[in-house]
């Protein structure tokens, strides 16, 4: 089994920053994409940034210049660092992994986590 747990939200002011990570754990053979997609109250689920397992990085427009995706490979870890937070990235923000198990090697698994809190009051 695979787990991502996620850490480091919470209530900031605009202009403030936050760092958020996820952990990925349990039977894992290799992992590949990860990234961070977040869901604000009554909208869909959105991707904020995603990262290859070659560090090759992605963003949404909304975000470029203020967000930046990181990973640590040793660690199965991803980070996303925001910076010049606006009340309009309030959301809660969801960890993926695009992880292939050790129980099933011929296919690459779709894993979230359980989503971290980001309010920012203006």
């Known amino acids: 089994q695979v787990q991502l747990v996620e850490s480091g939200g919470g209530l900031v002011q605009a202009g403030g920053s936050l760092r958020l990570s996820c952990a990925a754990s349990g039977s894992i053979f290799s992992i590949n994409g990860m990234g961070w997609y977040r869901q604000a109250p009554g909208k869909q689920r959105e991707l904020v940034a995603d990262i290859t397992s070659g560090g090759s990085t992605n963003y949404a427009d909304s975000v470029k210049g203020r967000f930046t995706i990181s990973r640590d490979n040793a660690k199965n870890t991803v980070y996303l660092q925001m910076n010049s937070l606006k009340p309009s990235d309030t959301a809660v923000y969801y960890c993926?992994?695009?992880?292939?198990?050790?129980?099933?090697?011929?296919?690459?698994?779709?894993?979230w986590g359980q989503g971290t809190q980001v309010t920012v009051s203006s």
């Open positions: 993926n992994g695009k992880i292939v198990s050790n129980r099933n090697i011929l296919i690459v698994g779709d894993y």
